[in-house]
């Protein structure tokens, strides 16, 4: 039907205004895409002056007419709808009920604008048209950039920034370019990237193997569930390190692509390693020597988070075990000379190692600046704590632990909107964890005794136990060196205070882990965070499963994501990408009841903030801060107290009194619409002030007195 090896080969036609019969109406389509007769592209235009979302509600009405084209003709085939009125263009796929319509805020979600290599985008129609849809380039967009979520059945467009990686990798590897990274912002969908990359890397043929090393086993986990949502059974879990050398030595098509964490490989690999030198013992060839016929194959080996682990032995050792791969990293957060710590000397001189010196070249970038420009990441609302009212702790001061966990319990219902999202507190060492998870537990006791109405925070801790000769722990903690070095001293005492959480969490409940089994407990803590999402009258026991707060040390900085975790505690010294890390835990987007990731830093780090924003802002290093950060409250309030006006104004200029009784009379569609416009504006800053934990007595009152709680719900 469809020539899917060369697509500009195919016969490609147009057809105008075709008009289709429904069950009650007809349909007319102003433009369809053909593909050998088949319709796969459906463009609806708008005149200059109309909103596409009208086009988009369009197709959502011919989609949800009975006996629609889409159920009962060739439209069927449709894959991707693009809605234009000149100036603006969008473009979507196709999906069934369940993924086609619009949320609860009147958007269409996912959409796209289409977008050249450094993000500046290309919305007029005449622009897009040259860009997308020329016939070898549409031809791609439909057969390589879509991908099918098989276990949801839903249909994925890859955003302009993922396609630029990807055809940057491949041509890397069909040219034989050498090696580069990929700089794409945390939370930009860098697991969909990868997993297209070795998707397409698999169907060459010059590639004996493509290898996507993690260096967390519960990475190792993610990405595996994620590669497998997006294709069912792509990729086998490696339970040790025989089944991945098996697997390495396999010619079955089913393990051309396979996941590992870079320990696991290095085990593999170096011939030095406990694993080998045992097999050696035992009169066995090591797992070395039984890959050693792999040194001379072509690989592409794809690093995940690259900042982290790609500046030691084992891949050094990766690199010389195969000389002919081509090797590619993906970091959020690269390693420029400014934030190196790891060391390499050249002759007699000593330089710091950067990303770019591991892999050669940067092949495409996509910073949070872009992120937060396209609205795929959240913009940050950071309170440098003042213990005083007026002034943040000096840098390098300390406040007592006693004076931030009074600080939290009286911020923290209004940093997560009276508990419908949770946090996570940061603290710099497993001692100080210990030390607050005991302090929480004293300070509520004391407040409940003062108030029974007086409702605690659920209060749990996760860090690392002594490794033990645990291999799982000991490769754990290779990303975790604050909680390595802590484990190194009094290493009882901290295994006894971590059994006492555990033992409390058990209680709470209702587990039955075990420090000896730390894996679950580590996965039930991740889970219950991620399950914020359901709300308390939904859950058996209304709530009581959640986790309000959960006190770390190193765990769960980097590389976790969860929509529901908006707030982060810090009371440790963060700088450079290990700040931007910590902060974009908080930074996911979910709707409007989230306007931005909330930061309450009780070690007065702006300067860390500023030199942070500036390193990792990309192209736009002048205007980063004001990309970054959201308003602070002074200005907030006069955009609230002007929304509000604007409000009364629109109200009035209907003969009506600025009061809630009288929308109920607002006559006509467009009134309606009109009116519903501004008040979502005056909503969403009011959202945004009731989440920040910086306001003043006065600027409450301000608030208050420009729309009260009362007549605010009066208008919902």
């Known amino acids: ?31 369809l895409l053909l593909i050998n007769g088949v319709p796969v592209v459906q463009i609806e235009l708008k005149s200059l002056g109309i ?61 796209y604008q289409f977008a050249a290599e450094d993000n500046t985008k290309i919305t007029h129609l005449d622009d897009f048209a040259e860009a997308f849809l020329p016939k070898c380039t549409l031809g791609d967009m439909i057969s390589r950039y879509m991908v099918l979520v098989a276990s949801e059945q839903k249909l994925l467009m890859m955003r302009p920034y993922q396609i630029y990686a990807v055809d940057r990798i491949v041509k890397c590897i069909e040219e034989n370019a050498g090696n580069g990274y990929i700089w794409h912002t945390t939370g930009s969908g860098k697991t969909l990237t990868s997993f297209k990359a070795s998707t397409l890397l698999k169907a060459n043929p010059n590639i004996h193997k493509c290898l996507f090393v993690v260096d967390r086993k519960d990475l190792d986990r993610q990405t595996r569930e994620e590669f497998n949502r997006f294709q069912e059974g792509c990729v086998e879990e490696n339970t040790n390190t025989a089944t991945l050398v098996r697997r390495l030595l396999s010619d079955d098509y089913s393990d051309k692509v396979i996941v590992t964490t870079i320990q696991k490989l290095g085990l593999a690999l170096d011939q030095q390693s406990k694993r080998n030198r045992n097999r050696q013992q035992r009169g066995q060839a090591s797992y070395a020597d039984l890959l050693d016929p792999l040194r001379d194959k072509r690989m592409a080996i794809i690093f995940d988070e690259c900042h982290r682990s790609q500046f030691g032995d084992t891949h050094q050792i990766i690199k010389e075990f195969f000389p002919k ?115 929480f537990k004293t300070v509520q006791a004391e407040r409940q005794a003062e108030d029974p109405e007086f409702e605690p925070l659920k209060v ?115 700088k450079h990408h290990g700040l931007i890390q910590a902060f974009s835990r908080t930074n996911r987007i979910l709707n ?67 009061k809630p009784e009288a929308v109920a009379n607002l006559k006509g569609d467009d009134a309606r619409a009109q009116f519903i416009k501004s008040f979502k504006e005056v909503q969403r800053l009011q959202t945004q002030l009731d989440q920040y934990t910086d306001l003043t007595y006065e600027q409450k009152q301000e608030i208050e007195e420009t729309l009260p709680k009362a007549e605010l719900r009066s208008f919902r």
């Not at 899917?4 to 102003?30: A, G, P």
């Not at 009405?61 to 439209?75: A, E, F, I, V």
């Not at 939904?538 to 959960?550: C, F, M, S, V, W």
């Open 1 to 31: 039907l469809v020539n899917t090896k060369d697509w500009c080969k195919n016969t490609f036609e147009v057809v105008q205004q075709l008009r289709i019969n429904t069950d009650y109406s007809h349909h007319r389509y102003d433009v």
């Open 51 to 111: 909103s596409p979302r009208r086009a988009m509600q369009q197709i959502v009405d011919y989609k949800n007419d009975p006996g629609n084209g889409y159920t009962r003709t060739l439209l069927c085939f449709v894959q991707l709808f693009i809605v234009s009125n000149w100036t603006q263009t969008w473009y979507f796929t196709n999906n069934n009920t369940r993924h086609f319509k619009f949320n609860a805020e009147e958007s269409f979600l996912p959409i």
């Open 325 to 439: 791969a081509q090797l590619f990293g993906f970091t959020g957060t690269p390693i420029f000379g400014k934030n190196a710590t790891v060391k390499q000397i050249n002759g007699e001189e000593q330089t710091l190692k950067t990303t770019a010196d591991i892999f050669q070249q940067e092949l495409h970038a996509y910073t949070i600046t872009h992120a937060i420009e396209d609205r795929n990441v959240l913009r940050f609302h950071v309170d440098y704590f003042k213990p005083d009212g007026e002034n943040p702790p000096r840098p390098g001061d300390t406040l007592t632990k006693r004076a931030v966990v009074e600080a939290i319990l009286d911020k923290h219902d209004a940093a997560t909107a009276g508990r419908r999202f949770n946090a996570l507190l940061a603290t710099a060492s497993i001692n100080d964890a210990i030390d607050y998870y005991e302090l």
């Open 460 to 574: 749990a801790a996760l860090f690392s136990p002594p490794a033990d000769g645990n291999a799982d722990v000991r490769q754990l903690q290779e990303d975790l060196p604050q909680e390595k070095a802590d484990n190194a001293t009094e290493p009882d005492k901290k295994k006894a205070a971590l059994k006492r959480i555990i033992a409390d969490y058990n209680a709470a409940y209702g587990t039955n882990h075990s420090i000896g089994e730390f894996d679950d407990y580590y996965k039930d803590v991740q889970q219950r965070i991620k399950d914020q999402q359901h709300p308390n009258a939904d859950l058996p026991n209304k709530g009581a499963e959640k986790i309000d707060i959960t006190i770390v040390v190193d765990m769960l900085l980097t590389g976790f994501d969860a929509q529901y975790l908006n707030t982060l505690y810090v009371d440790k010294n963060l």
């Open 592 to 658: 409007a009841s989230k306007p931005h990731g909330h930061i309450l830093d009780f070690r007065g780090q702006q300067a860390n903030v500023d030199d942070a924003i500036a390193l990792f802002s990309g192209a736009k290093a002048d205007t980063a801060r004001e990309i970054w950060l959201v308003d602070e409250a002074p200005k907030v309030i006069e955009q609230f107290k002007q929304a509000r006006a604007d409000l009364d104004a629109f109200l009035r200029s209907q003969g009506l009194e600025p």
